[in-house]
């Protein structure tokens, strides 16, 4: 690595003295304190102590962003004066660390940086120092081709806009136990599948606003996967690419998966194979059901619902309840029961999934919190529920979470269903619609409601508002 830099110049490194108690620690002791700074910091700190003045060199920590040199005193520097000082900088610290410390942590961030070369040639030298945990967040305007890693067990990568990853079809991250990957195009299913399956100890798999060109099957085989969550592309994609998973069917065979979050705006073609230890997972999609057939429907769930009879937690999205609500509501074909259920989160329209709701509680007998949040849907006639005996109502059912609650007739008449029949219910709880400016009087209307449990909180009168549906915990 050829580099002319001497000595860079560092604003902020002036300073003088034998530095205090800090300095008399233990190195691995430093090392973690220090962790929690850039390394730019780092090197400014050599300038406080005698003991620290090539203290960065054995630094196993390195963070290098691009922000820093365009800070404070620096803001009016032109941009390709702060890359070509932070390209020299990264290269500088690189080229004169010691090379037999082994890399714990590098974290890139240079969105602004359009020389792919550079970027390789830092993640090929760290690599050579078998770094642990990469975190890198950049630019390119090529595919970019990950080198193999033998060392590495985290790995984050990230692009300022939509980039071909191009995967080793090869072993090489055999201790990779968790990867991130954000704005990725992948073009080859097999390629996909072939590379996690070669990742014997990954256990946390994360793939956020990426896109999959023309799937036909997206299949995730793994023996050590655990959590999973795969946020694909926006249903009005603007780059005209789509999520690629619309005729596409997805396949998840994992026995050690525990969670599983999974959002796509095109497909509900899933199929679930060997998941027994799956715990939590909240499925998401947009497919609207209208034009599929009682038997597509009937097809859909069967294949969905029965991977997941044995979860703790599950969270549905309205369109996936649109597919509920055209077999749900005739109990006879479905006969999938929940038992170990007892955190349920649903985003649902009163106006049609009021009965599907009801049918949902009957096959949940253990559960114990009910979360919903309630779409919006036209005005429709409101249908009375007529009071039965639900078994998780009569033992287990202890909170009840409404969100974005209007107090329109339909949703007044499932907290009435609610209160009559929850013989064990603790705690029933309301945040609102912002828009909602009445609440008074729907508040009025609820606390006069009967109720089965002399010991139900009421809590109408919540401030939260807009509590996100994706990001709620269930």
């Given amino acids: 690595m050829a580099v002319t830099l001497q000595n860079p110049i560092i604003p902020g490194m002036q300073g003088g003295g034998d530095g205090d108690r800090l300095s008399n620690l233990p190195e691995h002791i430093l090392h973690h304190i220090f962790s929690f700074l850039e390394t730019i910091d780092v090197v400014r700190a050599s300038a406080v102590s005698k003991k620290w003045r090539y203290f960065w060199v054995s630094m196993p920590y390195l963070d290098f962003n691009i922000d820093a040199f365009r800070s404070k005193t620096e803001e009016s520097l032109l941009i390709e004066t702060a890359i070509e000082k932070f390209k020299e900088f990264v290269s500088w610290v690189l080229l004169f660390q010691d090379n037999s410390i082994v890399i714990r942590k590098f974290s890139l961030c240079c969105l602004n940086i359009l020389d792919d070369y550079s970027i390789h040639r830092w993640i090929t030298v760290v690599a050579q120092r078998k770094v642990q945990e990469l975190s890198l967040d950049v630019f390119s305007r090529v595919p970019f081709q990950l080198p193999p890693c033998q060392?590495?067990?985290?790995?984050?990568?990230?692009?300022?806009?939509?980039?071909?990853?191009?995967?080793?079809?090869?072993?090489?991250?055999?201790?990779?136990?968790?990867?991130?990957?954000?704005?990725?195009?992948?073009?080859?299913?097999?390629?996909?599948?072939?590379?996690?399956?070669?990742?014997?100890?990954?256990?946390?798999?994360?793939?956020?606003?990426?896109?999959?060109?023309n799937f036909k099957v997206f299949e995730i085989c793994s023996t050590s996967l655990k959590n999973l969550i795969v946020h694909s592309g926006d249903e009005d994609d603007p780059n005209g690419v789509g999520d690629g998973l619309g005729n596409c069917e997805i396949k998840i065979a994992c026995p050690r998966l525990v969670s599983l979050n999974f959002v796509t705006p095109s497909t509900w073609n899933f199929c679930f194979q060997d998941v027994n230890s799956l715990?939590?997972?909240?499925?998401?999609?947009?497919?609207?059901?209208?034009?599929?057939?009682?038997?597509?429907?009937?097809?859909?769930?069967?294949?969905?619902?029965?991977?997941?009879?044995?979860?703790?937690?599950?969270?549905?999205?309205?369109?996936?309840?649109?597919?509920?609500?055209?077999?749900?509501?005739?109990?006879?074909?479905?006969?999938?029961?929940?038992?170990?259920?007892?955190?349920?989160?649903?985003?649902?329209?009163?106006?049609?999934?009021?009965?599907?709701?009801?049918?949902?509680?009957?096959?949940?007998?253990?559960?114990?919190?009910?979360?919903?949040?309630?779409?919006?849907?036209?005005?429709?006639?409101?249908?009375?529920?007529?009071?039965?005996?639900?078994?998780?109502?009569?033992?287990?059912?202890?909170?009840?979470?409404?969100?974005?609650?209007?107090?329109?007739?339909?949703?007044?008449?499932?907290?009435?269903?609610?209160?009559?029949?929850?013989?064990?219910?603790?705690?029933?709880?309301?945040?609102?619609?912002?828009?909602?400016?009445?609440?008074?009087?729907?508040?009025?209307?609820?606390?006069?409601?009967?109720?089965?449990?002399?010991?139900?909180?009421?809590?109408?009168?919540?401030?939260?508002?807009?509590?996100?549906?994706?990001?709620?915990e269930h």
């Avoid at 980039?163 to 080793?168: A, T, Y």
């Avoid at 991250?173 to 072939?194: A, E, P, Q, T, Y």
């Avoid at 009087?441 to 509590?467: A, H, T």
Wanted: aromatic share 12%; glycine share 4%.
């Fill in 151 to 213: 060392s590495l067990i985290t790995l984050s990568l990230g692009f300022d806009s939509l980039c071909i990853l191009k995967l080793p079809n090869f072993a090489g991250f055999s201790r990779l136990k968790s990867l991130h990957l954000w704005m990725v195009i992948f073009i080859d299913s097999s390629v996909l599948g072939n590379f996690i399956s070669s990742c014997p100890l990954l256990e946390n798999l994360n793939i956020e606003q990426s896109f999959f060109c």
């Fill in 279 to 472: 715990q939590k997972v909240f499925i998401y999609f947009y497919h609207d059901p209208k034009h599929a057939t009682a038997e597509e429907c009937r097809c859909v769930l069967s294949k969905i619902l029965e991977g997941l009879r044995n979860v703790t937690a599950l969270k549905l999205s309205m369109g996936f309840f649109m597919f509920l609500y055209q077999e749900i509501v005739n109990p006879k074909f479905f006969s999938t029961s929940f038992n170990n259920l007892k955190s349920l989160t649903l985003m649902v329209c009163m106006n049609l999934d009021k009965q599907a709701i009801i049918n949902f509680l009957n096959l949940s007998p253990n559960l114990q919190a009910l979360t919903i949040y309630f779409g919006q849907c036209p005005w429709s006639e409101c249908l009375k529920i007529p009071d039965m005996d639900i078994s998780c109502l009569t033992f287990h059912l202890k909170m009840v979470r409404l969100h974005d609650f209007e107090g329109r007739a339909n949703e007044l008449e499932l907290v009435r269903f609610l209160l009559k029949n929850g013989q064990v219910l603790q705690k029933l709880s309301i945040s609102w619609l912002e828009s909602v400016k009445i609440r008074r009087k729907i508040i009025r209307r609820i606390v006069q409601l009967p109720r089965s449990s002399s010991n139900v909180s009421l809590e109408p009168n919540s401030k939260m508002y807009g509590i996100d549906f994706f990001s709620y």
